[in-house]
């Protein structure tokens, strides 16, 4: 058990770039979740896995957001045209169905300039 | 719809005295789980401990026990024996049980254990 993985720690872009972060859940979960953190907030929900199938969406999640679990295994998050207001930090987490805890990644950090 | 509220912004303790940080909640669902996490500097959201709305006796693990007082709707974090290494942000979360929903979180305490 090598935990939640996500890659980068930390990436700086320009207004107007596309983003696209990496998180590798706990072998064997099959739900994944994607949150987004905002400096003295607590993490909001963004979207949701279960296995390959992406469940649910907030409404935070803009078109310019999406997100991919191909074959159930690791997820993506891609944002596109960058905007200051997506600064904030990104946080993956994993669970198994039938087990309330999940477990959480260090998270990305994402500075748009 | 889910709520969680966290009045104290930040809180002071003293190494080896306990803590109680506030948990206040708000939900339609007849059944749910109430979580603390910890966040520390680095990011990582580590899990604390966890209370079912319908277990019968306040959940504990280790120097942490959750103070759970359900006609009240409050789920208060006890932090015994203080450590330095506690430092950090505290966030109280919910969600229904059962089900893969999202979990709500609150907006955080921040913690600073002092010699």
């Known amino acids: 058990d090598t935990g939640v993985s996500q890659n980068p720690r930390h990436k700086i872009t320009k207004r107007g770039q596309n983003v696209t972060f990496r998180c590798d859940p706990i072998?064997?979960?099959?739900?994944l979740y994607w949150y987004r953190q905002t400096l003295g907030q607590g993490p909001e929900f963004l979207t949701y896995?279960?296995?390959?199938?992406?469940?649910?969406k907030s409404r935070l999640l803009s078109d310019r957001f999406s997100a991919e679990r191909p074959k159930g295994s690791f997820s993506t998050l891609e944002i596109q045209r960058t905007e200051q207001g997506d600064s904030a930090m990104y946080l993956c987490?994993?669970?198994?169905?039938?087990?309330?805890?999940?477990?959480f990644g260090s998270g990305t950090q994402l500075s748009v300039l | 719809a889910q709520k969680i509220t966290q009045t104290q912004p930040g809180m002071f303790v003293q190494e080896k005295e306990a803590v109680t940080l506030d948990c206040t909640y708000d939900?339609?669902?007849?059944?749910?789980?109430l979580f603390w996490y910890k966040q520390p500097s680095s990011g990582e959201m580590i899990f604390l401990i966890y209370?079912?709305?319908?277990?019968?006796q306040n959940a504990t693990e280790g120097r942490y026990s959750l103070n759970f007082q359900k006609a009240r709707k409050s789920a208060n974090l006890v932090i015994s024996a203080s450590q330095l290494g506690d430092s950090a942000m505290y966030f109280c979360?919910?969600?229904?049980?059962?089900?893969?929903?999202?979990?709500?979180f609150g907006t955080g305490t921040r913690l600073q254990v002092t010699l």
């Open positions: 979360a919910m969600r229904p049980t059962g089900t893969a929903s999202k979990l709500t």
């Open positions: 072998s064997e979960h099959n739900r």
């Open positions: 987490a994993s669970s198994s169905a039938g087990r309330e805890k999940l477990f």
């Open positions: 939900t339609s669902d007849q059944s749910y789980g």
């Open positions: 209370q079912g709305s319908y277990d019968e």
């Open positions: 896995f279960q296995n390959e199938a992406q469940l649910e």
